[in-house]
């Protein structure tokens, strides 16, 4: 099983940007199918980026397309999330997530949090002038 600890996660002005990113370690983490999630106060979790197993695979969440790119480094074991004209509705705390069960060649538009059974600690992303 691996193990998930993300980083990255600040204070930043509105239309910034800012890169989160998500170490994995204990298994072999090219096997994994790689999400991000992120939950709002008072909200549900939601689905924002995931990437397959060689990166060549990534689905994103409709309120972050054209803004967000999701990328995977496997000679570091970390995948990155890169945050581009964030807004305040961007707030949240950002989850890692990662599953070796998940089809890497996945034709739907994206996941649910019932989907990946491994998850990180959460960084806290604030978006505010």
């Known amino acids: 099983q691996v193990q998930l600890v993300e980083s990255g996660g600040a204070l930043v002005q509105p239309g910034g940007s800012l890169r989160l990113s998500c170490t994995a370690s204990?298994?072999?983490?090219?096997?994994?199918?790689m999400g991000w999630f992120r939950q709002g106060s008072g909200a549900e979790r939601e689905f924002v980026a995931g990437?397959?197993?060689?990166?060549?695979?990534?689905w994103y969440g409709d309120s972050v397309k054209g803004r967000f790119t999701i990328s995977r480094d496997t000679s570091k074991n970390t995948v990155y999330l890169q945050m581009n004209s964030l807004k305040p509705e961007d707030t949240a705390v950002y989850y890692c997530?990662?599953?070796?069960?998940?089809?890497?060649?996945?034709?739907?538009?994206?996941?649910?949090?019932?989907?990946?059974?491994?998850w990180g600690q959460g960084t806290q992303v604030t978006v505010s002038s």
């Open positions: 997530a990662a599953d070796r069960n998940l089809n890497s060649f996945y034709s739907g538009s994206g996941f649910e949090p019932a989907d990946f059974g491994t």
């Open positions: 990437i397959g197993w060689s990166g060549g695979k990534t």
């Open positions: 204990g298994d072999d983490f090219k096997n994994y199918v």
